[in-house]
């Protein structure tokens, strides 16, 4: 028998790629972090000996969730501006917050809540865009859990840069001092067209190219930025990143609710890829991505949440159910954008978007041991026929009791290892009364 760090037993494994497969008993051996084989549970039992245990008899095993979009330090600015559209909300609300508040505690302590809250939620990665990536990622690196951080470049300056230059100078010192790191990777995030000039983008192009790492940018998220680009530059936005060169498969264009036929059909010459957030544009009335018709076209669609404070929370679970549900209605189909795809679309496709699908996202030998484990023996969740449908359309975050990145396990029967529920609660109350009291 071959010695092994971990075995995990499961009544279902569902390893989204190579194929649609469901497995029923069986296991996955872990070793050294990564994932060494998947075989039938009695082939397991007599080939494997394993340090630790896990005996998931009424669980589904899946990949770990990748939000492929977030805001994370905004956590602590959940609730703080509801019911209102976007521009509103960011100009009258969030900017202002923003500009009093935002602080490398402020960001250590919101990431540090959002991280909580994710790997509650099944979430092994999330790709983020927010000021002092840097703090967020030694955050990251210390609860154990995969990001991509984003090398933010907006015109204008902030608590984090003065201009253009700044920005590019700590982004690439930040890129340069994770680049031998496993779990934190980076990515451009130029925040929007509207807040990044034509110079800022044509050096990111570059740049980006140079150190082959994606470009991560809001685009098409609302009907009045689409309107406003075209009055002022006499283009459509997406007309413009093609002219600049950045539409490629280093692109991960979020939100896009407002699209042509012919803008889906260059997308999907291009390569680029596409992050839907259903919640957060549906709570501010953004408009719908054409998901279906996206993926259709052969347009990788992967998953986010946005920020807690537009959302209101970091559940890809809910963002499954959204988006298949959504989809549906936007294209008038019930056949949309099945459960598996939604699954995938949580998974696998967000690893690629990231351009680390040769890392994680499924679970195959080889790759990293990045695993979710959701109990479906409740009753919320009976009669079980299909589990995949059963996680995409029934299931809760709540029902997450294991979750495991690069073979450590980061939530033990609902329990978290790296971090401390009690502190973190009681830190973003404290915030919480701050930003309360303006």
Known sequence: MKNVETLIDARWIVPVAPDDRVLEDHSLAIHEGRIIDLLPREEAAAQYHPANRADLGEHVVIPGLINAHAHAAMSLMRG?????????????????AEAKWVSPDFVHDGV????????????????DMYFFPDVAARVARAAGIRACMGLIVIDFPTAWASGPDEYFAKGIELHDAYHNEPLIHTAFAPHAPYTVSDGPLERIRTVADELEIPIHMHVHETLFEVEEAARK??????????????????????????????????????????VHCPESNLKLASGFAPVAKLSAAGVNVALG?????????????????????????????????????????????????????????????GKAADITAVRLDRLETQPLFDPVSQLVYAASRHQVTDVWVAGRQLLHD???????????????????????GG
């Open 112 to 127: 540090q809540l959002a991280i909580a809250e994710m790997i509650r939620g099944g979430t092994t990665c999330f790709n």
């Open 233 to 274: 530059q006499g283009c459509r936005p997406l007309e413009r990143l093609d002219r600049l060169g950045l539409l490629s498969p280093s692109l991960m264009a979020v939100h896009m609710t407002q699209l042509t036929d012919g803008e889906i059909a260059r997308l999907a010459e291009s390569g680029s890829h596409v």
């Open 305 to 365: 949440t946005d920020g807690a404070a537009s959302n209101n929370d970091l559940d890809m679970f809910g963002e499954m159910r959204t988006a298949a549900l959504l989809a549906k209605a936007v294209a008038n189909d019930a056949a949309a954008i099945p459960a598996m795809e939604a699954l995938r679309m949580a998974t696998i496709n967000g690893a690629r978007a990231l351009g680390i699908d040769e890392t994680t996202g499924s679970l195959e030998p």
């Open 414 to 436: 609902r329990r978290l290892t790296t971090l401390d529920e009690a502190e973190l609660t009681a830190r973003a109350r404290a915030w919480g009364a701050k930003l309360a």
């Open 80 to 96: 703080l501006a509801d019911d209102l559209p976007l521009m509103t909300w960011l100009e009258e609300h969030i900017w202002p």
